[in-house]
Protein backbone atom coordinates (compact mmCIF):
# COMPACT_ATOMS: atom_id res chain seq x y z
CA UNK A 1 0.00 0.00 0.00
CA UNK A 2 1.38 3.19 -0.73
CA UNK A 3 3.60 4.03 2.39
CA UNK A 4 3.01 7.94 2.27
CA UNK A 5 -0.53 9.54 1.75
CA UNK A 6 -0.41 12.42 -0.45
CA UNK A 7 -3.86 14.17 -1.13
CA UNK A 8 -4.29 15.63 -4.23
CA UNK A 9 -6.73 18.55 -5.11
CA UNK A 10 -7.23 21.91 -3.97
CA UNK A 11 -9.94 21.44 -0.86
CA UNK A 12 -7.80 19.03 0.54
CA UNK A 13 -4.07 20.08 1.15
CA UNK A 14 -2.81 17.98 3.14
CA UNK A 15 1.10 17.92 4.47
CA UNK A 16 2.98 14.98 4.48
CA UNK A 17 3.47 13.24 7.83
CA UNK A 18 6.99 13.85 9.40
CA UNK A 19 7.99 10.85 7.86
CA UNK A 20 8.23 11.90 4.85
CA UNK A 21 11.86 12.48 5.33
CA UNK A 22 14.11 9.18 5.49
CA UNK A 23 17.10 8.91 7.87
CA UNK A 24 19.67 10.62 6.46
CA UNK A 25 22.11 8.27 4.28
CA UNK A 26 19.32 8.07 1.63
CA UNK A 27 19.80 5.22 -0.73
CA UNK A 28 18.63 2.01 -0.44
CA UNK A 29 19.47 1.42 2.95
CA UNK A 30 17.57 3.96 4.41
CA UNK A 31 15.03 2.89 7.00
CA UNK A 32 11.61 4.76 7.30
CA UNK A 33 12.97 7.15 9.82
CA UNK A 34 10.32 7.20 12.41
CA UNK A 35 10.77 9.54 15.35
CA UNK A 36 10.55 7.03 17.53
CA UNK A 37 11.63 3.63 16.25
CA UNK A 38 14.30 4.83 13.77
CA UNK A 39 15.60 1.75 12.74
CA UNK A 40 12.64 0.40 11.55
CA UNK A 41 11.33 -0.54 8.26
CA UNK A 42 13.15 0.22 4.53
CA UNK A 43 12.45 3.87 3.11
CA UNK A 44 11.39 3.30 -0.32
CA UNK A 45 9.81 -0.56 0.11
CA UNK A 46 6.25 -1.27 -0.34
CA UNK A 47 4.82 -4.27 0.34
CA UNK A 48 1.37 -4.69 -0.51
CA UNK A 49 0.62 -8.30 0.66
CA UNK A 50 2.38 -10.95 2.91
CA UNK A 51 1.24 -14.69 2.65
CA UNK A 52 2.29 -16.24 5.47
CA UNK A 53 2.34 -20.22 6.51
CA UNK A 54 3.79 -20.66 9.83
CA UNK A 55 3.97 -24.59 11.36
CA UNK A 56 3.38 -24.52 15.10
CA UNK A 57 4.48 -28.22 15.80
CA UNK A 58 4.90 -28.00 19.69
CA UNK A 59 2.36 -25.12 20.63
CA UNK A 60 3.63 -23.59 23.70
CA UNK A 61 7.47 -23.43 22.61
CA UNK A 62 8.85 -20.55 21.24
CA UNK A 63 9.61 -23.34 18.13
CA UNK A 64 8.29 -22.20 14.92
CA UNK A 65 8.89 -22.56 11.17
CA UNK A 66 7.79 -20.24 7.90
CA UNK A 67 7.87 -19.75 4.38
CA UNK A 68 6.10 -15.99 3.62
CA UNK A 69 6.10 -14.76 0.44
CA UNK A 70 5.64 -11.03 0.52
CA UNK A 71 4.42 -8.86 -2.93
CA UNK A 72 6.63 -6.03 -3.24
CA UNK A 73 7.06 -2.95 -4.79
CA UNK A 74 9.34 -0.19 -4.49
CA UNK A 75 9.19 4.00 -5.19
CA UNK A 76 12.60 3.92 -5.46
CA UNK A 77 15.15 2.17 -6.82
CA UNK A 78 16.20 -0.95 -4.05
CA UNK A 79 19.28 -2.85 -4.47
CA UNK A 80 18.59 -4.81 -1.33
CA UNK A 81 15.64 -5.06 0.30
CA UNK A 82 15.89 -4.65 4.18
CA UNK A 83 13.35 -6.46 6.01
CA UNK A 84 12.76 -6.31 9.95
CA UNK A 85 13.40 -9.51 10.93
CA UNK A 86 14.31 -10.98 13.94
CA UNK A 87 12.77 -14.40 13.88
CA UNK A 88 13.74 -18.26 13.47
CA UNK A 89 16.95 -18.80 11.50
CA UNK A 90 16.47 -18.08 7.75
CA UNK A 91 17.39 -21.44 5.43
CA UNK A 92 16.66 -19.78 2.13
CA UNK A 93 15.34 -16.83 -0.21
CA UNK A 94 13.74 -16.98 -3.33
CA UNK A 95 13.17 -13.93 -5.86
CA UNK A 96 10.22 -14.98 -8.45
CA UNK A 97 11.30 -17.80 -7.22
CA UNK A 98 14.34 -17.80 -8.13
CA UNK A 99 17.33 -18.57 -4.90
CA UNK A 100 18.97 -15.05 -4.00
CA UNK A 101 21.93 -14.00 -1.53
CA UNK A 102 20.55 -12.94 1.56
CA UNK A 103 22.03 -12.20 5.19
CA UNK A 104 21.04 -11.24 8.92
CA UNK A 105 21.82 -8.13 10.23
CA UNK A 106 21.04 -9.18 13.76
CA UNK A 107 21.85 -6.18 15.56
CA UNK A 108 20.09 -3.99 13.40
CA UNK A 109 17.06 -6.28 13.36
CA UNK A 110 17.42 -6.97 9.60
CA UNK A 111 17.31 -9.45 6.78
CA UNK A 112 18.92 -8.23 3.74
CA UNK A 113 18.07 -9.60 0.28
CA UNK A 114 19.77 -9.14 -2.82
CA UNK A 115 17.71 -9.11 -5.65
CA UNK A 116 19.14 -10.39 -9.20
CA UNK A 117 18.23 -6.78 -10.66
CA UNK A 118 17.60 -3.97 -8.38
CA UNK A 119 13.78 -3.39 -7.84
CA UNK A 120 12.71 -0.44 -9.86
CA UNK A 121 9.67 2.19 -8.67
CA UNK A 122 6.55 0.40 -9.72
CA UNK A 123 8.13 -3.16 -10.51
CA UNK A 124 6.50 -6.10 -8.61
CA UNK A 125 8.17 -9.21 -6.94
CA UNK A 126 7.78 -11.91 -5.05
CA UNK A 127 9.99 -12.22 -2.51
CA UNK A 128 9.92 -15.84 -0.30
CA UNK A 129 11.21 -16.68 2.79
CA UNK A 130 11.92 -19.55 4.08
CA UNK A 131 12.67 -19.85 7.95
CA UNK A 132 12.76 -22.44 11.27
CA UNK A 133 13.78 -22.25 14.95
CA UNK A 134 13.26 -19.65 17.42
CA UNK A 135 11.49 -16.84 17.69
CA UNK A 136 13.22 -13.31 18.25
CA UNK A 137 12.34 -11.71 21.81
CA UNK A 138 11.74 -7.79 21.12
CA UNK A 139 11.88 -5.48 24.08
CA UNK A 140 9.05 -4.11 24.87
CA UNK A 141 9.53 0.13 24.74
CA UNK A 142 6.81 0.55 27.19
CA UNK A 143 5.87 -2.28 29.78
CA UNK A 144 6.83 -4.39 32.11
CA UNK A 145 9.87 -5.67 31.45
CA UNK A 146 8.22 -9.02 31.77
CA UNK A 147 6.51 -8.19 28.32
CA UNK A 148 8.52 -9.08 25.27
CA UNK A 149 6.69 -8.50 21.81
CA UNK A 150 6.31 -10.54 18.79
CA UNK A 151 5.31 -14.23 19.10
CA UNK A 152 4.37 -15.25 22.80
CA UNK A 153 4.76 -19.13 23.77
CA UNK A 154 2.55 -19.61 26.86
CA UNK A 155 4.30 -23.38 28.63
CA UNK A 156 1.90 -26.43 28.94
CA UNK A 157 0.69 -26.71 32.47
CA UNK A 158 -1.49 -28.14 34.81
CA UNK A 159 -4.90 -26.43 33.89
CA UNK A 160 -3.97 -25.64 30.30
CA UNK A 161 -2.57 -26.94 26.99
CA UNK A 162 0.96 -24.95 25.37
CA UNK A 163 -0.75 -21.77 23.36
CA UNK A 164 1.02 -19.78 21.47
CA UNK A 165 -0.29 -16.25 19.92
CA UNK A 166 0.96 -12.79 18.66
CA UNK A 167 1.54 -9.68 20.54
CA UNK A 168 3.39 -7.06 18.94
CA UNK A 169 2.55 -3.31 19.15
CA UNK A 170 4.63 -1.69 18.36
CA UNK A 171 7.66 -3.24 16.66
CA UNK A 172 7.20 -7.15 17.60
CA UNK A 173 6.01 -8.57 14.74
CA UNK A 174 9.44 -8.80 12.96
CA UNK A 175 10.09 -11.08 15.96
CA UNK A 176 8.32 -14.07 13.85
CA UNK A 177 7.70 -12.21 10.11
CA UNK A 178 9.93 -10.87 8.08
CA UNK A 179 8.30 -7.74 7.34
CA UNK A 180 8.34 -3.79 6.38
CA UNK A 181 7.39 -3.77 10.21
CA UNK A 182 6.04 -0.49 10.37
CA UNK A 183 2.30 1.59 10.15
CA UNK A 184 3.13 3.59 7.35
CA UNK A 185 2.94 0.14 5.14
CA UNK A 186 0.31 -1.54 5.95
CA UNK A 187 -0.33 -4.48 3.87
CA UNK A 188 -3.12 -7.58 2.82
CA UNK A 189 -2.86 -10.33 4.56
CA UNK A 190 -2.93 -14.39 3.42
CA UNK A 191 -2.43 -16.50 6.76
CA UNK A 192 -1.82 -20.28 7.16
CA UNK A 193 -1.40 -22.15 10.19
CA UNK A 194 -0.63 -25.24 10.73
CA UNK A 195 -1.03 -27.32 13.80
CA UNK A 196 -1.66 -30.21 15.66
CA UNK A 197 -4.87 -32.24 15.35
CA UNK A 198 -6.63 -31.23 18.34
CA UNK A 199 -5.47 -27.28 18.32
CA UNK A 200 -7.03 -24.46 16.66
CA UNK A 201 -5.71 -21.67 14.98
CA UNK A 202 -6.75 -18.22 14.20
CA UNK A 203 -5.60 -15.21 12.66
CA UNK A 204 -6.75 -11.42 11.17
CA UNK A 205 -9.71 -11.98 8.34
CA UNK A 206 -12.10 -14.11 7.48
CA UNK A 207 -11.61 -17.56 7.30
CA UNK A 208 -11.30 -20.33 5.02
CA UNK A 209 -11.72 -24.54 4.46
CA UNK A 210 -9.65 -26.37 7.30
CA UNK A 211 -7.22 -28.42 5.28
CA UNK A 212 -6.39 -31.85 6.99
CA UNK A 213 -2.79 -33.21 7.22
CA UNK A 214 -1.06 -35.89 8.83
CA UNK A 215 -1.71 -35.61 12.16
CA UNK A 216 -1.83 -31.53 11.42
CA UNK A 217 -4.47 -29.22 10.19
CA UNK A 218 -3.94 -26.20 8.34
CA UNK A 219 -6.23 -22.79 9.33
CA UNK A 220 -6.44 -20.35 7.10
CA UNK A 221 -7.28 -16.64 6.63
CA UNK A 222 -7.89 -14.30 4.58
CA UNK A 223 -7.69 -10.28 5.97
CA UNK A 224 -8.34 -8.64 1.88
CA UNK A 225 -8.17 -5.02 3.84
CA UNK A 226 -5.05 -3.34 4.73
CA UNK A 227 -4.09 -3.18 8.02
CA UNK A 228 -0.40 -2.44 9.80
CA UNK A 229 1.97 -5.21 10.86
CA UNK A 230 1.42 -5.17 14.29
CA UNK A 231 -1.98 -5.57 14.33
CA UNK A 232 -2.09 -8.97 12.35
CA UNK A 233 -3.39 -11.66 14.63
CA UNK A 234 -2.29 -15.30 14.84
CA UNK A 235 -3.42 -17.46 17.66
CA UNK A 236 -2.93 -21.41 18.73
CA UNK A 237 -4.62 -23.18 21.46
CA UNK A 238 -7.22 -25.74 22.26
CA UNK A 239 -10.01 -23.14 21.72
CA UNK A 240 -13.86 -23.38 21.99
CA UNK A 241 -14.82 -21.54 19.05
CA UNK A 242 -18.34 -19.73 19.26
CA UNK A 243 -20.12 -18.78 15.69
CA UNK A 244 -22.98 -16.18 16.20
CA UNK A 245 -25.01 -14.42 13.77
CA UNK A 246 -23.61 -11.78 11.23
CA UNK A 247 -23.84 -8.31 11.72
CA UNK A 248 -24.95 -6.08 8.82
CA UNK A 249 -22.96 -3.19 9.79
CA UNK A 250 -20.20 -3.72 7.30
CA UNK A 251 -19.77 -1.20 3.92
CA UNK A 252 -22.90 -0.74 2.17
CA UNK A 253 -24.76 -2.84 5.45
CA UNK A 254 -22.31 -6.03 4.00
CA UNK A 255 -22.61 -8.52 6.85
CA UNK A 256 -19.69 -8.79 9.65
CA UNK A 257 -18.90 -12.16 10.61
CA UNK A 258 -18.78 -13.29 14.18
CA UNK A 259 -16.48 -15.12 16.14
CA UNK A 260 -14.89 -15.35 18.93
CA UNK A 261 -12.57 -18.19 20.75
CA UNK A 262 -12.03 -18.86 24.32
CA UNK A 263 -9.20 -21.80 25.57
CA UNK A 264 -11.55 -24.79 26.23
CA UNK A 265 -12.96 -24.84 29.78
CA UNK A 266 -13.13 -21.00 29.74
CA UNK A 267 -15.97 -19.87 32.64
CA UNK A 268 -18.80 -18.19 31.50
CA UNK A 269 -17.65 -15.18 33.54
CA UNK A 270 -14.75 -14.57 31.25
CA UNK A 271 -16.31 -14.13 28.50
CA UNK A 272 -19.19 -11.73 29.99
CA UNK A 273 -17.26 -8.28 28.59
CA UNK A 274 -18.21 -9.49 24.91
CA UNK A 275 -22.07 -10.42 26.01
CA UNK A 276 -23.08 -7.18 24.22
CA UNK A 277 -20.51 -7.31 21.22
CA UNK A 278 -23.55 -7.33 18.38
CA UNK A 279 -25.09 -4.09 19.78
CA UNK A 280 -21.62 -2.15 20.31
CA UNK A 281 -20.95 -2.77 16.29
CA UNK A 282 -24.49 -1.41 15.65
CA UNK A 283 -23.48 1.60 18.25
CA UNK A 284 -19.67 2.05 17.02
CA UNK A 285 -20.80 1.84 13.42
CA UNK A 286 -23.37 4.67 13.91
CA UNK A 287 -20.59 6.94 15.29
CA UNK A 288 -17.73 5.98 12.85
CA UNK A 289 -18.98 4.72 9.69
CA UNK A 290 -19.54 1.26 8.56
CA UNK A 291 -17.35 -1.49 10.44
CA UNK A 292 -14.30 -1.78 8.00
CA UNK A 293 -13.79 -5.66 7.91
CA UNK A 294 -15.49 -8.69 6.90
CA UNK A 295 -15.26 -10.38 10.66
CA UNK A 296 -14.69 -9.23 14.37
CA UNK A 297 -14.65 -10.96 17.45
CA UNK A 298 -12.26 -11.53 20.40
CA UNK A 299 -9.28 -13.90 21.54
CA UNK A 300 -8.89 -14.84 25.08
CA UNK A 301 -5.20 -15.78 26.38
CA UNK A 302 -4.08 -17.22 29.06
CA UNK A 303 -1.09 -14.51 30.09
CA UNK A 304 -2.25 -11.38 31.81
CA UNK A 305 -1.15 -8.62 28.78
CA UNK A 306 -3.14 -5.72 27.93
CA UNK A 307 -5.41 -5.99 25.30
CA UNK A 308 -4.84 -5.71 22.42
CA UNK A 309 -6.84 -4.66 19.13
CA UNK A 310 -5.29 -7.57 16.33
CA UNK A 311 -7.64 -7.05 13.42
CA UNK A 312 -10.64 -8.53 13.37
CA UNK A 313 -10.03 -10.53 16.30
CA UNK A 314 -8.96 -8.69 19.18
CA UNK A 315 -6.62 -10.15 21.39
CA UNK A 316 -8.18 -9.96 25.18
CA UNK A 317 -6.23 -11.24 28.61
CA UNK A 318 -8.47 -13.31 30.61
CA UNK A 319 -9.68 -10.47 33.23
CA UNK A 320 -11.36 -7.11 31.22
CA UNK A 321 -13.89 -4.89 31.48
CA UNK A 322 -16.72 -4.21 28.72
CA UNK A 323 -15.38 -0.95 28.31
CA UNK A 324 -11.90 -2.37 27.57
CA UNK A 325 -13.99 -4.65 25.32
CA UNK A 326 -15.36 -1.64 23.38
CA UNK A 327 -11.77 0.60 23.16
CA UNK A 328 -10.48 -2.53 21.19
CA UNK A 329 -13.51 -2.74 18.92
CA UNK A 330 -13.74 0.53 18.15
CA UNK A 331 -9.72 0.17 17.62
CA UNK A 332 -10.62 -1.74 14.06
CA UNK A 333 -11.41 1.24 12.86
CA UNK A 334 -8.65 3.76 14.24
CA UNK A 335 -5.07 2.30 14.48
CA UNK A 336 -6.33 -1.09 11.94
CA UNK A 337 -8.20 0.44 8.95
CA UNK A 338 -7.15 4.14 9.48
CA UNK A 339 -3.37 4.22 10.90
CA UNK A 340 -0.69 5.85 12.14
CA UNK A 341 1.92 7.34 10.04
CA UNK A 342 4.67 7.46 12.66
CA UNK A 343 4.93 5.95 16.23
CA UNK A 344 4.75 9.77 17.08
CA UNK A 345 1.13 9.93 15.99
CA UNK A 346 -0.19 6.51 18.31
CA UNK A 347 -2.75 9.19 19.76
CA UNK A 348 -4.67 8.88 16.73
CA UNK A 349 -5.30 5.39 17.82
CA UNK A 350 -6.13 5.62 21.39
CA UNK A 351 -7.38 8.73 21.46
CA UNK A 352 -10.18 7.63 19.02
CA UNK A 353 -10.93 4.46 21.06
CA UNK A 354 -10.60 5.76 24.31
CA UNK A 355 -13.42 7.92 23.03
CA UNK A 356 -15.63 5.01 22.06
CA UNK A 357 -15.50 4.16 25.71
CA UNK A 358 -17.47 7.35 26.61
CA UNK A 359 -19.74 6.64 23.75
CA UNK A 360 -20.81 3.31 24.73
CA UNK A 361 -21.36 4.88 28.26
CA UNK A 362 -23.61 7.16 26.48
CA UNK A 363 -25.28 4.76 24.98
CA UNK A 364 -25.76 2.35 28.16
CA UNK A 365 -27.68 5.28 30.22
CA UNK A 366 -24.30 6.53 31.40
CA UNK A 367 -23.44 10.20 31.49
CA UNK A 368 -20.89 11.05 29.08
CA UNK A 369 -19.40 14.37 30.22
CA UNK A 370 -19.05 12.57 33.65
CA UNK A 371 -16.40 10.30 31.87
CA UNK A 372 -14.93 13.27 30.56
CA UNK A 373 -14.73 15.03 33.54
CA UNK A 374 -13.03 12.01 34.76
CA UNK A 375 -10.07 12.06 32.03
CA UNK A 376 -9.72 15.66 33.28
CA UNK A 377 -9.29 15.16 36.48
CA UNK A 378 -6.66 12.37 35.99
CA UNK A 379 -4.72 14.26 33.70
CA UNK A 380 -5.20 17.63 36.20
CA UNK A 381 -3.73 15.72 38.88
CA UNK A 382 -1.28 13.48 37.09
CA UNK A 383 0.01 15.99 34.47
CA UNK A 384 -0.16 15.77 30.76
CA UNK A 385 1.94 16.71 27.64
CA UNK A 386 1.01 17.71 23.65
CA UNK A 387 -0.40 14.91 21.55
CA UNK A 388 2.88 14.29 19.18
CA UNK A 389 4.94 11.68 21.47
CA UNK A 390 8.23 12.26 21.86
CA UNK A 391 9.75 9.22 23.00
CA UNK A 392 8.66 5.52 23.33
CA UNK A 393 7.41 5.75 26.86
CA UNK A 394 4.97 7.95 25.93
CA UNK A 395 3.29 5.88 23.12
CA UNK A 396 0.64 4.31 25.94
CA UNK A 397 0.56 6.85 28.68
CA UNK A 398 -2.55 8.80 30.34
CA UNK A 399 -2.25 11.69 27.88
CA UNK A 400 -2.26 9.17 24.69
CA UNK A 401 -5.49 7.93 25.89
CA UNK A 402 -7.45 10.29 28.06
CA UNK A 403 -6.25 13.87 26.59
CA UNK A 404 -6.79 11.99 23.09
CA UNK A 405 -10.27 11.33 23.68
CA UNK A 406 -10.65 14.55 24.77
CA UNK A 407 -9.23 16.38 21.83
CA UNK A 408 -12.55 14.55 20.55
CA UNK A 409 -15.15 15.90 23.32
CA UNK A 410 -13.77 19.25 22.25
CA UNK A 411 -14.34 18.94 18.95
CA UNK A 412 -17.54 17.62 19.46
CA UNK A 413 -18.87 20.42 22.07
CA UNK A 414 -17.41 22.74 19.07
CA UNK A 415 -19.91 21.30 16.29
CA UNK A 416 -22.33 19.59 18.31
CA UNK A 417 -23.67 15.80 17.53
CA UNK A 418 -24.48 16.11 14.35
CA UNK A 419 -21.69 17.61 12.61
CA UNK A 420 -18.90 15.15 14.95
CA UNK A 421 -21.04 12.20 13.84
CA UNK A 422 -20.50 13.84 10.28
CA UNK A 423 -17.29 14.07 10.67
CA UNK A 424 -16.20 10.48 12.26
CA UNK A 425 -18.06 9.25 9.19
CA UNK A 426 -15.93 11.24 6.64
CA UNK A 427 -12.61 10.79 8.06
CA UNK A 428 -12.76 6.90 8.63
CA UNK A 429 -13.92 6.71 4.58
CA UNK A 430 -11.29 9.47 3.96
CA UNK A 431 -8.50 7.87 5.20
CA UNK A 432 -9.94 4.25 5.26
CA UNK A 433 -6.44 1.63 4.52
CA UNK A 434 -4.26 4.17 4.71
CA UNK A 435 -2.14 6.39 7.31
CA UNK A 436 -2.14 9.84 8.58
CA UNK A 437 -0.11 11.96 10.68
CA UNK A 438 -1.67 14.20 13.28
CA UNK A 439 -0.93 17.33 10.60
CA UNK A 440 -3.05 15.50 8.39
CA UNK A 441 -5.79 15.52 11.14
CA UNK A 442 -5.54 18.75 11.75
CA UNK A 443 -6.15 19.68 8.17
CA UNK A 444 -8.60 17.70 7.59
CA UNK A 445 -10.57 18.94 10.05
CA UNK A 446 -10.29 22.44 8.95
CA UNK A 447 -12.00 21.14 5.77
CA UNK A 448 -14.83 19.54 7.27
CA UNK A 449 -15.89 21.50 10.48
CA UNK A 450 -14.38 24.88 9.73
CA UNK A 451 -11.79 27.03 11.66
CA UNK A 452 -13.60 26.98 14.79
CA UNK A 453 -13.80 22.72 15.44
CA UNK A 454 -10.35 22.74 13.79
CA UNK A 455 -9.26 25.11 16.44
CA UNK A 456 -10.66 23.65 19.29
CA UNK A 457 -9.19 20.40 17.74
CA UNK A 458 -5.30 21.97 17.50
CA UNK A 459 -5.55 22.96 21.08
CA UNK A 460 -5.53 20.20 22.78
CA UNK A 461 -3.25 18.56 20.21
CA UNK A 462 -0.53 21.09 21.19
CA UNK A 463 -0.79 23.26 24.11
CA UNK A 464 1.80 22.33 26.87
CA UNK A 465 -0.57 23.08 30.01
CA UNK A 466 -3.73 21.10 29.97
CA UNK A 467 -6.77 23.16 28.33
CA UNK A 468 -10.69 23.63 30.43
CA UNK A 469 -12.67 20.86 30.24
CA UNK A 470 -14.69 20.67 27.10
CA UNK A 471 -18.47 20.92 28.40
CA UNK A 472 -21.44 19.88 25.84
CA UNK A 473 -24.18 22.02 25.08
CA UNK A 474 -27.04 20.22 26.17
ZN1 LIG B 1 -6.08 1.32 22.84
Known amino acids: MPRLLLLLGTALAVSLPALAQPSASAGTTATLGDPIFPGLGQAGLDVRHYDVALTVAEPGTARLSGVVTLTLTATRPLAEVRLDFLGPDVTAAHWNGQPVPFRPEAEAQKLVVVPPAPLRPGQEARLTVEYQGTAGAIFDPDFSPALRLGWQAV ?37 RVTVPVGYTAAASGVEGPVVE ?26 FERVVSPAVPVGVNGSPVARRDYSPAGTLDSTRTPYAHTDEMLRVLADWFGPYPFGAYGVAVVAPPLPALETATLSTMPPTTSERTAVHELAHQWFGDDVSPATWADVWLNEGFATYAELLWTETQGGDGQAVAARWHATLAQGGTRPLVATQAGQLFDRSAYRRGALALHALRAAVGDAAFRAFLHAYTARFSGRSLGTADLLAFARTQVGEAGAAALRTWVEAPELPPLPVLAR
Open 155 to 191: PAAADQPGSNFAFSEPNGTHAFLPSNDHPSDKATFTT
Open 213 to 238: GNGTRTFVFTQAQPIPTYALAVQVNR
